[in-house]
Every structure is written in structure tokens, then in C-alpha cells.
């Protein structure tokens, strides 16, 4: 099944309200779950991988199957380890191919007992969850940033407290000082000094919280208006002070022509035209927003060099290979100039016969493409359902300001 998405006839204008944030949220349920709390989480995410996470956290059972979330894949991990009971954690055949031996390393070194079921380093997991009590542990900084938040979030609830060494290069550190800072509203005391993270044991203040908007979320409709001619959109949900390092593609999206403009009741993006010649930038900090980008450049025929990918390749899918493949289909020819690179130099080939584009089943992959249909009569999007993972309405928002949507 694919969907067939062709422009509106008149400019983009509207209202969105953006999704709340599926990486704040999942965060927030592991504190609640670790607090033992009963207090309301308002605007909580309605995406497939906050659901999962509910599912598992409020289950009879001890066998979990998360699917496609990796988020919650890692999160559930660190926490079950610590949770009496022998538990079973599974999930989608993309998840059995994701790496998570990094993790496991470093909750077994704390005294969790993690076995593998099927192939040594990946899912499915049976977790004997014992009480652990923690201390130091080592982790290369080039290393998921969600092992990294899996180990803070349980940190506080370890006898010792926990010491995190994080060696050469850090990637992804606003993913780490985000779950720091949500940490830090529910009381929680840290040190981030350098390579080094301490938390102590201390309790987690048991409050009620209200989920803020996503700014991933919000990256496909700068997407939309820097392919549109011209255009306003009003943006609900999102605060300009933000946790998430994804808020950094304000500046980004300047330099190919949207503008970003905060009142007091919300934010307007508008395109203004004024684009660069060639975009260089390092993703490292927000690696998720990078086809996002990838696509808007190579369709305003911008030449760019990526870097700081390096965490793609073991996303939902290889996201450089798949960027490589999909734009190759409208004629783009990318290329991976070093691992954890991308680049196109304005360099093209005959556009292939019939193109659908594939998801692999990354709802970014399906996002982040959606705009093509900006420039062209129409395109196609395989396993459009797929964006239910993080933002369930995404193409029912699309029909509202314009968009013609039809299944084929």
C-alpha cells in the first residue's frame, strides 16, 4: 500500500499543532515508573513507541514485544534490570538486527543479569532484574545516546549512584543533556564535567508534568515551506527555551530560506527565498533531522556535505544507505564521502521509470520525502503508516492545509 500525495492549488497557510515530544515522553514515563508515581503526564505522546512504552510499564505480563521502538528497546533494558522479576524483552525483526551489546555490557558490569536468547549482541533479551547497585562504567562517547540516557534515567535509583566515563568523541550530547535537564525538574542532582557524568543515589520528586511540543515533529513543515514558493504556517506546542537539540534547526533552516518568527502566543514560518550556495553541517547533535535536510537541499539543487552521521546506520534503518537509494530514484546522486558523512555535489543521472519511494520502516524515511510532492505533480510514499511510530496524524494534518492524499 502506498499513498500518492500531490500540492495544494493555493500557498501553505494554516495552524499545526505539533505532536508532543516522544523523546520527552518516554523519558517521563521511565521517571514515573522508577518513582512509583501516580501523578497525571499531560500531552503525552500518541505515537506507536510512547504507547509501547505504556503498554509494557502497565502490563500483567513478562514478555514485551516493542516492535520497531528502539527508544523504548534501550529504556526498558536499563529499567527491568532493576526491577525484580524475569522479564523478556523483545521485538520487530529490524529490532533483532539492532545492535544493543553495548548496553548489556554496561548493566551487567553494575550487576544486572542480561542473557541473549538468539544472537549474541542483539533481541530479544531475558532480563533476571535484581537490585543493582551501581557505580562506575565505561562507554565510547561516539557510542547511541539512548544507552547513555538509559543508564541516567535508572542512576538515581542505584545504591552507589553511578559514575559514567565517556571516552573520545561525544555524539549526540544534547540527547544526553536533555534527559539530564528533564531529570534535573524531578529533582535530580548531576555533574557533567568533561567525559564524566555522576549522579548519586537521591529520590525522584514525585510531581505532575505537561509533555512540551516536538521539534522533530516540526521539521517537516519548515521542509514544506522552504519547497514552497511562498507561505505562512503558525506552529502550537513548541517552546523556544527547549530541551531538545532538534530546536537547533531554526538556524539551519534559515540558510535555505524559512524564517522563524516567536510571539507570545506561538511561532510563524515563512519562507523568504534567501538561500545559500552549499550547506555544510555537522548533525551530531540532532543526527535524526539529517534527511529532513538531505532531501529540502538536494530538491532546491543546494550541494551539501554532511557529518556527524554516525548513529544512522543503526536507526530503524541504515538511514545514509537509504537516503542514497530513494534520491537516487528522482535522479540525485549522493554519496558517503567517510562513515558518518553525506554529500551531494550537485551531480545527477536519468530519474528512474516509475518512482515510490520505500520507507524501510522509518517513519522519518516517509517524512522527511513527503515534500517532493512540493515540486513535482505527485509522489509516492510505501508504508505510509509508518509515521504512526512518532506522529499518527501527520498526513491528516497534510489534507487539512491543502495536501491531496490518495491510497493506492
Known amino acids: 500500500m502506498h499513498y500518492t500525495i500531490s500540492k495544494p492549488e493555493k500557498n501553505i497557510e494554516g495552524k499545526i499543532i505539533v505532536p508532543s515530544s516522544k523523546s520527552i515522553s518516554n523519558r517521563v514515563q521511565i521517571i514515573n515508573a522508577l518513582s512509583y508515581s501516580f501523578e497525571p503526564i499531560k500531552n503525552l505522546s500518541t505515537c506507536d513507541d510512547s504507547k509501547v512504552m505504556q503498554e509494557v510499564l502497565f502490563s500483567n505480563t513478562n514478555v514485551f514485544d516493542v516492535g520497531h521502538a528502539g527508544t523504548s528497546m ?18 520487530s525483526d529490524r529490532m533483532k538486527e539492532r545492535p544493543i551489546s553495548v548496553l548489556v555490557d554496561a548493566l551487567n558490569s553494575l550487576g544486572a543479569q542480561i542473557t541473549y536468547l538468539e544472537k549474541e549482541g542483539y533481541p530479544p533479551l531475558k ?48 540527547y544526553i543533556e536533555m534527559t539530564l535537564a528533564i ?19 537521591q529520590l525522584y520528586k514525585v510531581m505532575p508534568y505537561t509533555v512540551e511540543g516536538d521539534w522533530s515533529g516540526a521539521s517537516y513543515w ?51 527565498n534567501d538561500v545559500c550556495k552549499k550547506l555544510v553541517f555537522d ?48 535522479g540525485y546522486v549522493l554519496y558517503e564521502p567517510q562513515d558518518g558523512e553525506l554529500a551531494w555535489d550537485g551531480e545527477m543521472k536519468a530519474e528512474s521509470e516509475e ?32 509515521v504512526n511510530k512518532s506522529y499518527p496524524n501527520f498526513w491528516e494534518q497534510l489534507q487539512e492545509v491543502g495536501f491531496q492524499i490518495n491510497q493506492g
Open 355 to 386: 518512482i515510490i519511494i520505500k520507507t524501510y520502516h522509518d517513519h522519518r524515511m516517509a517524512m522527511a520525502f513527503a515534500p517532493i510532492a512540493m515540486i513535482r505533480p505527485e509522489i509516492k510514499i510505501a508504508d505510509p503508516m509508518v
Open 74 to 91: 534501550r529504556f526498558l533494558t536499563a529499567y527491568l534490570s532493576k526491577i525484580l522479576g524475569e522479564w523478556t524483552l523483545t521485538g
Open 183 to 201: 531529570m534535573e525538574e524531578f529533582g535530580i542532582q548531576s555533574e557533567f564535567k568533561n567525559n564524566e557524568i555522576y549522579i548519586a543515589n
Open 127 to 174: 532480563i533476571m532484574g535484581s537490585n543493582i547497585t551501581g557505580k562506575e562504567v565505561e562507554l565510547a562517547g561516539n557510542t547511541s545516546s539512548q544507552y547513555i540516557s538509559a543508564l541516567l534515567l535508572i542512576a538515581p535509583t542505584l545504591e552507589n549512584g553511578l559514575r559514567i566515563k565517556l571516552q573520545g568523541k561525544i555524539v549526540s550530547r544534547s
Open 222 to 272: 519548515y521542509a514544506f515551506m522552504a519547497m514552497a514558493p511562498k507561505g505562512k504556517l503558525f506552529l502550537d506546542g513548541l517552546k523556544k527555551n527547549s530541551f531538545q537539540g532538534d530546536s537547533g534547526l531554526i538556524d539551519v533552516f534559515e540558510k535555505l530560506g524559512v524564517k522563524t518568527n516567536f510571539t507570545k502566543k506561538g511561532m510563524f514560518i515563512e519562507q523568504t
Open 283 to 330: 548533525f551530531i547533535e540532532m543526527p535524526d533531522l539529517a534527511q529532513t535536510f538531505a532531501v529540502v537541499s538536494a530538491l532546491k539543487n543546494i550541494p551539501f556535505h554532511f557529518k556527524g552521521l554516525e548513529t544512522l546506520k543503526i536507526k530503524e534503518t541504515n538511514r545514509i544507505a537509504a537516503l542514497i537509494d530513494e534520491l537516487a530514484k528522482l
